[in-house]
């Protein structure tokens, strides 16, 4: 079967993002400018006189970009003209704009443009960041001997940078870069991309940093064995060990402090014996957790962010056979709780709780955060762009929101209440995997994940079902089937964590202060 099984993997390339000083002649030029020098016929030299005829002008305003082709090719072939309204201060339309442009130049097939953007728009990040995330292309198609290569992307952008701060746009093209690898991974589909092989890209993030990062392995049997019954079960009935991977990252070796991100790593999620009725094609996407968790962790380490984080993936394939686990069956979790198999397809927080409780007793973390594509009640709750946060500090939940809304992803808080925590109640075991109804699943979910909190341990669970599926895309973070949704956000996250040399234990003291 595995050599009738395509890898989407080498079939996705990024594009090639290079900065430049200053505006060259180019043939292909991608001009952003205020729309109120369009209204005042504020033109910069090279485009003057390009606007003069009115219905042009006016075309262009009830557009916001147009194609101009010069009649001597003094600065460029043609260019396509954007316009940005300053009036409006949010950044996320000059990202939305990036998207535009983006898919401007594809429909002409351009494979290399050159990006300038009006010294008054400062965004020019921003704007490299949407370009890149828009231009993501992940597809196999056919080709016949002697064919050319179908056109896939854009390859090469180079971004005018006019003496704007290039450590700032880097960070925003390395979020971009750290969103696509995410989204190349979520993507495989759910025959390549099993347990071992998500093992596989985890050896790869260790082999590549050995100096700064460890890795353990715990694998089938021996989860067992050392007591992690619930993810073991989950795994069990396909023939693919289920296994958790454990990344160990010492980016900061003056501090004694650990923090920890655990990711739900379902490769394919059939439902188990109770199979799924609905959307079954997409779950090998029941993996976004762990790709984005693997994916900002991959960026963190590769920014060398002053931090030491321990990252758990919890991998496994849930699927139907002779060993499979069963509704009723009573798990003994890896902290001592028993839990009551309510239903086979809430199998990702039984993969999580023991790998969380894992994660706390040996690694001793001061934060932990568990990341997963729980739940449809989310979507239910909050639609599709917007993830839910759980957690057991308010200041943590308002600290990862604002992460979220610095790279134009949606959070919401979500609550876990006393009704909550009763509806997961088992008359015969200590907890069950299921609530007694089907009404506020998604904090159901969220009170079983806290009962694997540690005492003292500071702690959010992130629900990102909905926006990570692309059920109802909206570009440029937003893509159909597989988004990358949450590594930009975890990554920023560290990364203010970092630059504010904050410890974990300040993080209410940090919030209350904003």
Same mark, same amino acid.
């Given at each position: 079967i595995k050599r009738m099984l395509t890898s989407l993997l080498p079939f996705h390339t990024t594009t090639v993002p290079k900065l430049v000083p200053a505006l060259e002649k180019c043939v292909n030029l991608v001009a952003v400018l205020p729309k109120a020098f369009v209204e005042e016929n504020k033109m910069p030299d090279f485009l003057d006189g390009y606007l003069t005829n009115n219905l042009k002008k006016e075309m262009l305003l009830a557009d916001n970009y147009m194609w101009l082709f010069p009649e001597k090719a003094d600065k460029y072939e043609q260019c396509l003209l954007l316009l940005h309204d300053n009036k409006n201060s949010k950044l996320g339309t000059i990202h939305k704009l990036a998207a535009?442009? /983006? %898919?401007?130049? #594809?429909?002409?097939?351009?494979?290399? *443009?050159? /990006?300038?953007? +009006? #010294? @008054?728009?400062?965004?020019?990040?921003?704007?490299?960041?949407?370009?890149?995330?828009?231009? !993501?292309?992940? &597809?196999?198609? &056919?080709?016949?001997? $002697? @064919?050319?290569q179908p056109y896939k992307r854009i390859e090469e952008l180079d971004f005018v940078t006019e003496g704007r701060n290039e450590d700032e746009i880097n960070w925003w093209i390395h979020l971009a870069k750290t969103c696509n690898y995410t989204r190349n991974l979520l993507r495989q589909t759910g025959s390549v991309c099993n347990p071992k092989w998500m093992e596989e890209r985890a050896r790869?993030?260790?082999?590549? +940093? #050995?100096?700064? /990062?460890?890795?353990?392995?715990?694998? =089938?049997?021996?989860?067992? @064995? &050392?007591?992690?019954?619930?993810? !073991? *079960?989950?795994? +069990?009935? %396909?023939?693919?060990?289920?296994?958790? /991977?454990v990344l160990n990252y010492k980016g900061n070796p003056e501090s004694n402090e650990r923090l920890a991100m655990i990711g739900k790593g379902v490769t394919f999620d059939s439902g188990g014996l109770n199979l799924k009725t609905m959307l079954i094609e997409l779950m090998h996407m029941d993996k976004g957790g762990s790709t984005a968790v693997l $994916?900002?962790?991959?960026?963190?380490? @590769? *920014? =060398?962010?002053?931090?030491?984080?321990?990252l758990g993936l919890a991998l496994a394939e849930n699927s139907i056979g002779h060993f499979a686990y069963k509704p009723g069956d009573i798990l003994t979790s890896y902290n001592g709780l028993t839990v009551e198999v309510g239903n086979t397809d809430a199998e990702g927080r039984l993969c999580m709780c023991d790998t969380m409780a894992y994660v706390q007793r040996q690694y001793k973390p001061k934060l932990c955060m568990d990341v997963a594509t729980l739940t449809g009640a989310c979507i239910v709750a909050l639609g599709t762009d917007t993830a839910a946060i759980f957690s057991n500090k308010d200041e943590l939940a308002m600290d990862l929101k604002a992460a979220g809304e610095q790279v134009f992803e949606k959070y919401w808080h979500m609550p876990i209440f006393d009704d909550h925590e009763a509806a997961i109640k088992s008359s015969i075991a200590d907890i069950k995997n299921t609530g007694k109804h089907r009404w506020g699943g998604a904090c159901q979910a969220g009170a079983f994940m806290k009962c694997f909190v540690e005492e003292g341990v500071e702690w959010a669970h992130i629900d990102i079902a909905g926006p990570t599926m692309g059920f109802d895309p909206k570009p440029p973070l937003l893509i159909p089937n597989g988004t990358g949704f949450g590594a930009q956000m975890l990554l920023q996250f560290f990364k203010n964590l970092s630059k504010q040399k904050l410890l974990t234990t300040s993080? %209410?003291? +940090? %919030?209350k202060k904003k």
């Open positions: 535009t442009a /983006v %898919s401007q130049l #594809k429909a002409r097939k351009i494979k290399k *443009a050159t /990006v300038w953007l +009006h #010294k @008054e728009i400062e965004a020019l990040g921003v704007f490299t960041n949407g370009m890149l995330l828009a231009d !993501y292309t992940l &597809k196999i198609n &056919k080709q016949k001997e $002697g @064919e050319e790869e993030i260790h082999e590549a +940093h #050995k100096d700064k /990062v460890d890795i353990e392995v715990i694998c =089938g049997e021996e989860l067992k @064995e &050392k007591g992690m019954n619930c993810i !073991y *079960a989950v795994g +069990h009935g %396909s023939v693919e060990a289920p296994r958790i /991977v $994916g900002a962790f991959k960026g963190i380490v @590769e *920014a =060398g962010l002053k931090v030491n984080l321990v993080l %209410s003291t +940090h %919030s």
